[in-house]
């Protein structure tokens, strides 16, 4: 193993996209550094917020309720909430859940816990391999309502979600193959906070960090927990497009990067080139749940329809 480039130490990384090694104290620093710009880049914090931190379990979203503690711990006009979804699929769940619990003992934040089965009369182990769309969809739509819920039962003004550079590139990447025009401009560190009040916008700090740096961080820092849901379904869209990325990034170090950039520029472009106001449907409440949606009802209240009818 090769020397960090900034002291003595042995690296505990060598960053081929960058062409530097950096050992653990570094690489840590720099972690909290990329981060800390990224929040400052976009102004993603301000004074006077309460950020609801969704918390998966996984190593992502522990990563980012520990940098987020750190950066923003000792500020007395930020707050900090945690919040985690139950989506009813056992024990997956409950151990995740239970490390969440832990970390959030650790760091000293409150944790506020959704359940499925509370909120929707569902569990995703009953419905699982049931509907017409794959788990995760199913799933992702429900989860999202959920988040947005409790941010606004913790009175949280913004919700952090663990998205990482390689999910960015993996949606940019997405949304060209579906042609999602739409979706490609709003893309970005932060959700649109206008499109309805009832929407909790969403940041993402974790933005300009990879995966594989925040594995490795999680692991040095020993953070979160293993995140394999058991109704994942093989050959959808989303690994595929993971793993061709993984073989160009490996080719041509810093691919994922170009993408992210190119991505943002692009989407600025797209941004200023859609008629919004009359290329778009308005946002209404859903008749059935209140929620924020395009349709009459929202999509949430015609999956749990299909479930419920099957
Ligand atoms: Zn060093
Ligand atoms: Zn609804």
Known sequence: MSTCTKCDEEAVITREYEGRSLCEKHFSIDINKKIKRTIRKHNLVESGDTIAVGLSGGKDSAVMLEQLVEIFGERPDVEIVAIAVHEGIDPYRDESIGAAEELCEQLDVRLEVGRYEDYY??????????????????????????????????????????HNLDDEAQAIMMNHLKGNMQKLARMGAMSD?????????????????????????????????IDRCPHVQEGSLRPMVKSFLNKLEAQMPG?????????????????????????????????????????????????????RSD
């Open 121 to 162: 009369d569902l569990k995703m182990d009953d419905v699982a391999d049931t509907g017409e769309l794959g788990n995760c969809t199913y799933c992702g739509i429900i989860r999202r309502d959920l988040l947005n819920k409790l941010s606004r039962e913790v009175d949280a003004n913004k919700l952090a979600i663990g």
């Open 193 to 225: 906070s206008d499109t309805h009040e009832m929407f909790v916008p969403r940041i993402k700090p974790l933005l300009d960090v990879r995966e594989k740096e925040i594995a490795l961080y999680s692991r040095l820092h020993d953070l979160g927990v």
């Open 255 to 307: 691919t994922k990067n170009k993408i992210v950039s190119h991505g943002r520029d692009l989407s600025d472009i797209v941004d200023e080139s859609i008629d919004w106001e009359n290329n778009v449907d308005e946002i209404q409440e859903c008749e059935r749940c209140g929620e924020p949606c395009s349709n009459d009802v929202c999509r949430k209240c015609q999956l749990l329809e299909d479930i």
